[in-house]
C-alpha cells in the first residue's frame, strides 16, 4: 500500500496563489501515477490534475489549465499542486490519489487505488 497525506491547504483571497502537497509513503513513489481531485459542498468529486509516474505526461481539467500546475519531486515522495489566479468556484477539499503504473487515460476516479484525507481550500475575500 501507498499512504497519503495532503497539506497547504488553507484561506486565499480571489486572484491569489496557493500551493498544496502531498506526500506518500509505503510503496515506491516514482511507480505511481499522481493526481489531484476536488469535491465541493453540494457536488462530486471532480479531477483536477494528473501527472505520470515518470513525470512526462501530465493532463489537466479545462477549469483549471493555465493556472494550476502540477508537479513531483520523486526524491521527497511528493506532488505538488500550485494553484494561481484563484477564484471562488476553486474552492473545495483537494484530494490526493495515487495509481500503480497507469500512464495514458489519466482521468477516470477508477483508475486510482489511494487516496488522502484531502485538505480544505477556501477562496474568498
Known amino acids: 500500500q501507498i499512504q497519503l497525506v495532503e497539506s497547504g491547504g488553507g484561506l486565499v483571497q480571489p486572484g491569489g496563489s496557493l500551493r498544496v502537497s502531498c506526500a506518500a509513503s509505503g510503496r515506491t513513489f516514482s511507480d505511481y501515477t499522481m493526481a489531484w481531485f476536488r469535491q465541493a459542498p453540494g457536488k462530486e468529486r471532480e479531477f483536477v490534475a494528473a501527472?505520470?509516474?515518470?513525470?512526462?505526461?501530465?493532463d489537466y481539467a479545462d477549469s483549471v489549465k493555465g493556472r494550476f500546475t502540477i508537479s513531483r519531486d520523486n526524491a521527497k515522495n511528493t506532488v505538488y499542486l500550485q494553484m494561481s489566479s484563484l477564484k471562488a468556484e476553486d474552492t473545495a477539499v483537494y484530494y490526493c490519489?495515487?495509481?500503480?503504473?497507469?500512464?495514458?487515460?489519466?482521468?477516470?476516479?477508477?483508475?486510482?487505488?489511494?487516496w488522502g484525507q484531502g485538505t480544505q481550500v477556501t477562496v474568498s475575500s
Open positions: 490519489a495515487a495509481a500503480w503504473g497507469v500512464s495514458s487515460g489519466l482521468r477516470p476516479e477508477s483508475k486510482y487505488d489511494y
Open positions: 501527472i505520470s509516474y515518470g513525470g512526462r505526461n501530465t
